[in-house]
């Protein structure tokens, strides 16, 4: 008889606001070893223009993973980008910031998992 296990991974809900001069940052959440990306789910924000996430380890500040651009709401997987990052356990939380261009306050919402 062959048994598979299969691992649930629960996303946490985020709520943040994004100024010019203020990453917005999600709770702490386990990043739990062998995970080798992170998910963002963007269900609504509040001002239409370009914003970009990336996920940072908690206790060194260091950015794990790739960034991604967006504009509107939608699904973002973010890799990370070194082996140890993605083999490891630790706290993550997912920072989310104005592009240079951009200077717009917003308020984003959604729900993200750094154990994609």
Do not use: C
């Not at 946490?12 to 994004?18: N, S």
């Amino acid at each position: 008889m062959i048994f598979s296990v299969t691992t649930v991974v629960h996303a946490e809900p985020f709520t943040v606001t994004v100024t010019k001069l203020k990453d917005g940052e999600s709770t702490e959440v386990k990043k739990l070893a062998n995970h080798s990306k992170a998910q963002a789910v963007v269900s609504s924000m509040n001002v239409n223009s370009t914003y970009i996430m990336w996920v940072e380890k908690t206790s060194t500040g260091t950015n794990v993973t790739n960034s991604k651009e967006f504009s509107s709401p939608g699904t973002f997987t973010m890799t990370y980008n070194k082996p140890v990052y993605a083999s490891d356990t630790y706290s993550a939380r997912l920072n989310i910031s104005t592009v240079i261009t951009n200077f717009s306050t917003a308020t984003i919402e959604g729900t993200w998992t750094p154990n994609h």
